[in-house]
């Protein structure tokens, strides 16, 4: 079937609609929960290089119900990064159970799979499988490297009690465990980044700067092979200590710092950026992230550090303040002894140096729902667009992306991206270029809160999108124009597209819409806003059919558009504005 973007129009505002009619109850929710029951049913070995027979008739996925209740997984599939995917059978799972998935029934020996499934899990460059229930919610996800020895599986862990955790190991037995644990090793250590002193005063960030780690668990935890980098990929490696429960450990330029710091270990493979912020990652020796932190450059006065609160208890939160001068290694990882602040449950705004944010919050992640920013007077910048994508330490982990990586789906190729509906690119809500007459500016238009997935083609020159962007950056040379003032947001009414929820936990939009504003020096204000398909067809010759009336785009959304004048000329014809684009100056790209 072939999609004409009027077609698309007209489908997504009637759906749209509908969706407008519940907002109340869940204000413009995508992030789509599962059941308690179904969602307790995990993951939790996989046997994806056997040695004792051949990958196709040894591989196997062990399912583990975690819950408490019955849950029926007829109608499930399995799936991997490939495209290969294998129905459930019509089963039900009571609490404790096992449910095994193999390429052949009896695997290497006597594995006695409850069924079997037809992709190859690969070995040495990893795989993503994804369970995903029948009505398409993602379940469960797990992306593994090649860590396991051949021969041997890689296992979920569980804490003391039992309950499973996000953490995988290596399997220890030849042939694995299947439905006998789903656990490698019980421990409760629990090692965390608990203090960062980026920017020192006092001496050079070469002598300096330092990270805390810290225990808050109650098992010892060897940290040998594991591993500490930032941004730019260089990593320090560990010493082959165990980390006692409530003992600290810091990583520092120099032994001493600014003074007697009398760190545990050196590293000189990175520095800590004070411009522009960075992000501390904790990897373990199997090569999982087990915490990480991400600041920006205004989260800390020089010579202050940022530390992570704890709450009334003393265990860890989420939550980083600024702390004292010189920090406070081995002093403390807590700020406060206050109890700490449930993570935000609804929208939030986010306020950068040049544009606004409006962040929808989810149980593990969130997303953008609405921006707005304004231009004044000609475009005299020429920064760069940083080659980074930024996650956004200031922003709660609920309210943003899981992964500052790009969108990737296995039916995207490297060619032709902007006729394949299922390339999307890192999207920018508020465009970089509009934002590049300062250094900062540039580099928070690149915090992943600034994006969402774009089809390419979209997205791209010739897409719908960034016409509406060249529109803006080249009204900004025309004499007679005193600011623009642009908003916009994005609309979600359909789920057959989110593609990305197991690697970046947000839906994708199936529909953009933007006001823009321009202030004349004569006094005068026309309006021109667009509802912009979000689909590769979305192209700049059809833009006469994304034009719509603030009116109609009100009623579809519901927002009140504080940003317009008391007065306005509502454009209908874009065709008046094209003018703009004429003899514009694009170097300043």
Same mark, same amino acid.
């Given at each position: 079937?072939?999609?004409?973007?009027?077609?698309?129009?007209?489908?997504?505002?009637?759906?749209?609609?509908?969706?407008?009619?519940?907002?109340?109850?869940?204000?413009?929710?995508?992030?789509?929960?599962?059941?308690?029951?179904?969602?307790?049913?995990?993951?939790?070995?996989?046997?994806?290089?056997?040695?004792?027979?051949?990958?196709?008739?040894?591989?196997?996925?062990?399912?583990?119900?975690?819950?408490?209740?019955?849950?029926?997984?007829?109608?499930?599939?399995?799936?991997?990064?490939?495209?290969?995917?294998?129905?459930?059978?019509?089963?039900?799972?009571?609490?404790?159970?096992?449910?095994?998935?193999?390429?052949?029934?009896?695997?290497?020996?006597?594995?006695?799979?409850?069924?079997?499934?037809?992709?190859?899990?690969?070995?040495?460059?990893?795989?993503?499988?994804?369970?995903?229930?029948?009505?398409?919610?993602?379940?469960?996800?797990?992306?593994?490297?090649?860590?396991?020895?051949?021969?041997?599986?890689?296992?979920?862990?569980?804490?003391?009690?039992?309950?499973?955790?996000?953490?995988?190991?290596?399997?220890?037995?030849?042939?694995?465990?299947?439905?006998?644990?789903?656990?490698?090793?019980?421990?409760?250590?629990?090692?965390?980044?608990?203090?960062?002193?980026?920017? /020192? &005063? *006092?001496?050079?960030?070469?002598?300096?700067?330092?990270? $805390? %780690?810290?225990?808050?668990?109650? @098992? =010892? +935890?060897?940290?040998?092979?594991?591993?500490?980098?930032?941004?730019?990929?260089?990593?320090?490696?560990?010493?082959?200590?165990?980390?006692?429960?409530?003992?600290?450990?810091?990583?520092?330029?120099?032994?001493?710092?600014?003074?007697?710091?009398?760190?545990?270990?050196?590293?000189?493979?990175?520095?800590?950026?004070?411009?522009?912020?960075?992000?501390?990652?904790?990897?373990?020796?199997?090569?999982?992230?087990?915490?990480?932190?991400?600041?920006?450059?205004?989260?800390?006065?020089?010579?202050?550090?940022?530390?992570?609160?704890?709450?009334?208890?003393?265990?860890?939160?989420?939550?980083?303040?600024?702390?004292?001068?010189?920090?406070?290694?081995?002093?403390?990882?807590?700020?406060?002894?206050?109890?700490?602040?449930?993570? /935000? &449950? *609804?929208?939030?705004?986010?306020?950068?140096?040049?544009? $606004? %944010?409006?962040?929808?919050?989810? @149980? =593990? +992640?969130?997303?953008?729902?609405?921006?707005?920013?304004?231009?004044?007077?000609?475009?005299?910048?020429?920064?760069?667009?940083?080659?980074?994508?930024?996650?956004?330490?200031?922003?709660?982990?609920?309210?943003?992306?899981?992964?500052?990586?790009?969108?990737?789906?296995?039916?995207?190729?490297?060619?032709?991206?902007?006729?394949?509906?299922?390339?999307?690119?890192?999207?920018?809500?508020?465009?970089?270029?509009?934002?590049?007459?300062?250094?900062?500016?540039?580099?928070?238009?690149?915090?992943?809160?600034?994006?969402?997935?774009?089809?390419?083609?979209?997205?791209?020159?010739?897409?719908?999108?960034?016409?509406?962007?060249?529109?803006?950056?080249?009204?900004?040379?025309?004499?007679?124009?005193?600011?623009?003032?642009?908003?916009?947001?994005?609309?979600?009414?359909?789920?057959?597209?989110?593609?990305? %929820?197991?690697?970046?936990?947000?839906?994708?939009?199936?529909?953009?819409?933007?006001?823009?504003?321009?202030?004349?020096?004569?006094?005068?204000?026309?309006?021109?806003?667009?509802?912009?398909?979000?689909?590769?067809?979305?192209?700049?010759?059809?833009?006469?059919?994304?034009?719509?009336?603030?009116?109609?785009?009100?009623?579809?959304?519901?927002?009140?558009?504080?940003?317009?004048?008391?007065?306005?000329?509502?454009?209908?014809?874009?065709?008046?504005?094209?003018?703009?684009?004429?003899?514009?100056?694009?170097?300043?790209?």
């Amino acid at each position: 079937m072939k999609f004409y973007p009027a077609t698309i129009l007209l489908n997504t505002i009637v759906a749209l609609r509908q969706v407008q009619a519940r907002i109340g109850e869940d204000r413009r929710s995508t992030i789509r929960e599962l059941s308690g029951a179904a969602s307790s049913v995990l993951i939790t070995e996989i046997m994806y290089n056997p040695i004792a027979c051949s990958d196709g008739v040894g591989e196997w996925i062990e399912l583990f119900n975690n819950g408490s209740s019955d849950v029926d997984i007829g109608g499930w599939t399995i799936g991997d990064s490939g495209g290969g995917t294998s129905a459930l059978n019509a089963v039900v799972l009571s609490p404790g159970d096992y449910y095994i998935l193999g390429r052949t029934t009896n695997g290497c020996g006597n594995l006695s799979a409850d069924q079997t499934f037809g992709f190859a899990l690969n070995n040495s460059g990893g795989d993503t499988i994804t369970l995903t229930s029948s009505n398409g919610d993602v379940v469960d996800t797990y992306t593994y490297s090649d860590i396991a020895s051949a021969g041997r599986s890689i296992q979920r862990k569980a804490d003391s009690s039992g309950h499973p955790t996000t953490t995988w190991e290596p399997g220890t037995t030849s042939g694995g465990t299947p439905r006998s644990g789903y656990t490698v090793v019980v421990s409760v250590a629990d090692v965390k980044i608990t203090e960062i002193m980026y920017n /020192p &005063s *006092g001496c050079s960030d070469g002598s300096g700067e330092w990270i $805390e %780690l810290y225990n808050a668990g109650s @098992a =010892s +935890a060897s940290l040998r092979d594991w591993s500490v980098q930032d941004n730019s990929a260089k990593s320090v490696t560990l010493g082959d200590v165990d980390l006692a429960p409530q003992e600290y450990y810091i990583l520092a330029r120099t032994i001493d710092g600014c003074g007697d710091l009398n760190a545990n270990r050196t590293f000189t493979s990175f520095t800590l950026n004070n411009y522009g912020g960075d992000t501390v990652y904790l990897y373990n020796a199997a090569g999982n992230a087990v915490d990480s932190h991400a600041y920006t450059q205004h989260d800390a006065s020089e010579g202050n550090s940022i530390e992570r609160k704890a709450d009334i208890s003393g265990n860890p939160t989420s939550i980083w303040v600024e702390g004292p001068a010189g920090g406070t290694p081995r002093r403390g990882y807590s700020t406060t002894s206050s109890p700490a602040a449930p993570p /935000p &449950s *609804g929208p939030i705004s986010r306020k950068y140096q040049a544009y $606004e %944010l409006e962040l929808e919050c989810g @149980a =593990s +992640a969130g997303y953008a729902v609405r921006f707005t920013y304004e231009l004044v007077g000609p475009d005299l910048g020429n920064q760069a667009r940083p080659s980074s994508f930024y996650k956004d330490g200031a922003v709660p982990n609920n309210c943003q992306q899981l992964s500052r990586l790009g969108y990737s789906h296995p039916n995207c190729g490297s060619t032709g991206r902007k006729t394949n509906e299922f390339c999307f690119d890192r999207g920018h809500l508020v465009m970089a270029n509009h934002l590049d007459n300062d250094a900062v500016t540039i580099f928070e238009s690149n915090m992943m809160t600034n994006i969402l997935p774009q089809a390419a083609g979209f997205n791209q020159a010739g897409g719908a999108w960034i016409h509406t962007e060249n529109i803006i950056e080249c009204s900004r040379d025309l004499g007679n124009i005193q600011k623009q003032v642009v908003f916009g947001g994005a609309l979600f009414s359909d789920s057959s597209n989110d593609y990305f %929820l197991a690697s970046h936990g947000i839906p994708t939009p199936e529909t953009f819409w933007k006001v823009l504003i321009r202030y004349y020096t004569d006094g005068t204000q026309e309006v021109l806003s667009w509802l912009l398909p979000n689909h590769y067809t979305s192209t700049d010759d059809k833009m006469s059919l994304y034009i719509s009336r603030i009116a109609a785009i009100q009623a579809l959304t519901g927002d009140a558009m504080p940003e317009l004048p008391t007065s306005y000329t509502e454009i209908t014809d874009e065709a008046a504005w094209d003018n703009a684009l004429s003899g514009c100056d694009k170097s300043r790209r």
